[in-house]
């Protein structure tokens, strides 16, 4: 078994399209860092989510997520999930 986060992201009343490109550009960040392994927005355009690897813990996922753009410009909000992958 191999743990990771899921990071389920709900856009807020206060969501702004320019902080989309930061947050795109921060989840390019992590991925060439390889702690990315999967990411996508929902269609029906209410947030979305993606799956971090290679993580310590649940306090070092959480610490990674408060830096994403779309929660420090209160764009978004995010819940964690640790999660036991096959």
């Known amino acids: 078994m191999k743990t ?3 990071v389920m992201v709900t856009r807020t009343p ?3 399209d320019d902080v989309g ?5 921060f989840l390019d960040a992590v991925r ?3 702690q990315l392994l999967l ?3 929902f269609t029906d355009k ?3 989510a993606y799956v971090l690897q290679d ?4 306090a070092a996922a959480q610490a990674l997520v408060d830096t994403d753009p779309l929660l420090v410009q209160g764009s978004a909000t995010a819940r964690i999930h ?3 992958t096959r």
């Open 4 to 6: 990771c986060y899921l």
């Open 14 to 16: 206060d969501f702004r």
């Open 21 to 25: 490109a930061e947050h795109v550009r």
């Open 32 to 34: 060439a860092r390889g």
């Open 39 to 41: 990411t996508g927005g």
């Open 46 to 48: 209410s947030g979305g």
């Open 55 to 58: 993580i310590a813990d649940l």
């Open 82 to 84: 640790e999660w036991s």
